[in-house]
């Protein structure tokens, strides 16, 4: 297939033989005319030797790379990527399970299928384009969707407004692009959740911190929990079923408390261990006293590019240290980064130095991450996001 050829300059196809999926706009020697944010591109060595087909935008990132071989990116290509993606989820036993009816079936250049997300609620497929050549490709991966499911998925809601690139003026409307439904309730782990894809934040639940939360559970028996940057309360849930003595969740965002309670009532609808609060997190550690021995820490992405990175190191420093100081003896903390731009050492030695400031002795007693349904491509380290770690406060 022949599509408008992208040139690299000479010594600038390195990553790309090592099968790296992004090719940066300082390596291309020449561009087509005419070419258009979006459209399909071979790329090529300086001598003219086939590398990759993806698709072309305007950025730092100038080629996001569908496939190493010289192939069309047609229904076939769409099809085989996409049966790919399940058949792994169905291997991991999230597909196909009543006890879990939320997961993730495409991560991006984890499924090698980069700026692209497609998150499964029940029968309902929420799709994220992060790159305008994955937009101009959503009718075609929707029929897709519903044609490997066999019945089984019925809606494709597209969410993308604030993903895509604005300078592309695209206007993209976030709404049902196949089927419609106000069924918004999904099963993880037995537990149900309301699932906000219209106005919630990501497609509308974090489904990567799903082992994450059953780990908590197992640690909530008999605690009083904290669950900083609540969200929608799924940290919270797990702990109420672990058995914690209470549970208080926070978020600044009213509407989130309002789905935590929800959540809460959804799955104990007797419960009075619980109570949510609309205030700002930093604020609610510095006032509060020592009467918790389980917190969660799960802010939002404190960097979203590298020049935002000092802030984000203080940032998560100063979090974790107001944690660490106020946390009863004993005490166990959750505490995660989801900032891509912070690496695992990075992210630790925020920890470490947050430790060191109150001299209490913390040992470290699980180093997480996210699940396999957000999998790493080898070739695109770029893909580990999630950090966590659970430390003991002595």
Known sequence: MTYPEIKLRRG????????????????????PDNLKEGDLVSVTDENGDFLAVGFYQIGSIAVRILSFQNEEINTVFWKRKLEAALDVRRKLQLAENAQNTTYRLVHGEGDTLPGLIIDIYNDTAVMQAHAVGMHYAREIIADVLIDIYGGELKN?????????????????????IRGGTDVNVAIEYGLKFHIDWTKGQKTGFFIDQRENRLLLEKMAKDRKVLNMFCYTGGFSVYALRGGAQLVHSVDSSAKAIDLTRENVELNFPETDKHEAFAEDAFR??????GEYDLIILDPPAFAKHKDALRNAIKGYTRLNETAIRKIKKGGIIFTFSCSQAVNKDQFRLAVFTAAARTGRNVRILHQLHQPADHPINIYHPEGEYLKGLVIQVE
């Open 156 to 176: 494709v809601y597209y969410k993308s407004e604030g993903t895509l690139p604005y300078k592309a003026a695209l206007n993209p409307q976030d709404g049902f």
């Open 284 to 289: 609610y550690l510095e006032k509060m006293a």
């Open 12 to 31: 600038k196809s390195d990553s790309v033989k090592r099968f790296h999926p992004w090719i940066f706009s300082g390596a291309i020697q020449s561009l």
